[in-house]
């Protein structure tokens, strides 16, 4: 496995990628800030049709949009409302997405880091598992259609970009607690598991290995134009250690003085998942369920690559499924049309 060392972050100076999106639209989630609307700021100057920042409160996704006219003069972008606390939201998100003409590249890069407490969603999840994982998940499959519509409408190869982690890394393995649970997720979820020792801490890099899974098990089930990368945009100046306990905190600022990115860094990482190969049937195949770090496809943790990391990213498919056919029907409807 390839693994960025201080130097190697710290020396990193990959030019932006860029391509042109002429006609194209692109979602980013949670893009009212932070990489994600860096990484708008720099897909603004490659011409979409349209760019659909993605916000749960409607003033900062207005003055997040304000931004963006403002340094790029990009005319065409939408602010939509989603909260990933809702499964609800998502599905109406979801429905609203039928008034698009295409949707070209969805960039699932919402997210929350680590936190002291432990916070429910309304629909009973613990907050950090629904908003990195199921909530987009749920998003990614209710918008499969529409872009693979797109695709053969087009001809064109559509993309999914979940932003995830290099800190996936640090899940050497599944504990005990989870490999032996009879529901990963749930387990994963409930307040006992919260509270065993050390798991605040690493909580998020539980969720960012999740998101490089779903990645590559809903890759390994499409062999159309529709390809899934998962992303670790670097470690970034951000909102995301807001929740951060004081000490996390204050190990997070020495390595933001050592070798932090800055956000447009991060979010020309960001783009690169979406430019790489673009345009480039042959090239674009390759990037099938491909892990993406400093601008290059590498592989992703050993634990991922190894054969109980192999079978763990099947039963986190399966229980995946099971969980969003509940919340949406549609869920299984689409998997059996569009998936094998
Ligand atoms: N920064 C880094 O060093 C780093 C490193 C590796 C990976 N990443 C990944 O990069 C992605 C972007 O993170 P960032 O660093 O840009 O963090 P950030 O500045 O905190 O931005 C996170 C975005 O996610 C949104 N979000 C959080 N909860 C949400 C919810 N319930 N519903 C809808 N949107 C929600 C936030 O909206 P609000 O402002 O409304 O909360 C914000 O727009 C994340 O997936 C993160 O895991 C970041």
Known sequence: MARRTVTDQRSFQKPLLTADLTGKVIIITGANTGLGLESAKHFAKMNPLKIILTSRDEKKGNAALSKLIEETNFQRAEVWALDLNSFESVKQFADKTAQLERLDFLVANAGIGDSENYTVTEDGWQSAIQVNNLSQELLALLLLPKMLETANRFGVFVRLVVVSSGGHVRVKEYEPELLNATNIHETLSSKEYFDLP???????????????????????????????????????????????????????????????????????????????????????????????????????????????????????????????????????????????
């Open 198 to 340: 050390g798991k605040k801490s690493t909580y998020y890099t539980m969720t960012k290995l999740l998101n490089v899974l779903f990645a590559r098990a809903l890759s390994n089930r499409s062999s159309s134009s529709f390809i899934a990368v998962s992303l670790n945009p670097g470690f970034c100046f951000s909102e995301l250690r807001r929740n951060m306990s004081p000490g996390q905190l204050e190990q997070t600022a020495i390595m933001d003085e050592e070798y932090g990115l800055t956000g447009e860094e991060g979010g020309s990482n960001i783009v690169y998942g979406v430019t790489a190969g673009h345009g480039n049937p042959k090239e674009e195949e390759k990037l099938r369920g491909q892990y993406i770090a400093w601008a290059n496809v590498e592989e992703p943790s050993d634990f991922v690559m190894s054969e109980k990391g192999h079978a763990m990213e099947n039963r986190v498919w399966d229980e995946t499924v099971q969980i969003l056919t509940k919340i949406d029907a549609r869920v299984g409807e689409i998997i059996k049309e569009y998936l094998h």
